[in-house]
């Protein structure tokens, strides 16, 4: 069944029993009424503040207790896994270029047998860093986060692999019996991959069988007439540096 993009999980939690306490809570601290935009303005500030000053305490966190700021979280959450998440798959499937190139690179490394270090980078926002991590797999829920309630555990934590300096980094290493070995850090913190049995990786073949939908990838065809000028403009220098090698 297709969802109503005017109806996201995000915004039913807004309205529900879980923001409605975080109001009051907040409303009892500054003592006066507070609404959900509010609310939205003094979290987003306390956040950039401790982005900002980690050794500081900004008065704007001090609205919040622990479990408040446990809620927004997960609201926040529920807005990037609907936005950027796997909700809707052609969220992902748009980044489906950066995974074909994934899928060229590593295999052209393996056709030269090259162990010589080489680096390819891209610095994207994170909404494009978030659709990559849904398109590969990366914490992937087992049942969809809706606004009912919050999971006692989940791995769909956007403050762990979505803040300020996120980053995914794919390795491609060579092992000493002439094989490789892929591995993958987000934030330089070691993940385990789908279709690997660690968080050490594991062997191009069996990644390159596990991802080999990243080999599937048109671009046009997936976005279809709905592609628009600054769409194209994108496409172009993303081409652009590729050909020219910017990175």
Known sequence: MQLDKKLK????????????????????????????????????????????????????????????????????????YSDQGPVYEITS???CELGKEVMDLFGNRLKNNSAEPYLTQYIVNYETLVTFITLMGIFSEQE???????????????????????????????CGDDSFWVSALVNERPIQLPGCNSTLGCTWDEFAQYYDYLNDCDFSEICGSLIGINLSKARYWHDQAKQKNWS
């Open 9 to 80: 999980p995000y915004h039913g939690f807004m309205s529900g029993s879980y923001m409605k306490l975080v109001l009051e809570n907040v409303a009892k601290r500054v003592g006066f009424a507070v609404s959900v935009t509010d609310v939205r303005s003094m979290y987003n500030t306390c956040r950039y503040y401790y982005a900002w000053y980690k050794d500081k305490v900004s008065p704007w966190c001090s609205v919040f207790t622990p479990d408040d700021l446990k809620i927004l979280e997960y609201w926040e959450d529920l807005r990037v």
């Open 144 to 174: 969809r986060l809706d606004e009912n309630r919050i999971p006692d555990s989940r791995v769909w934590k956007t403050t762990e692999f979505a803040g300020y300096g996120g980053n995914l980094a794919l390795f491609l290493s060579s």
């Open 93 to 95: 499937k748009q980044a």
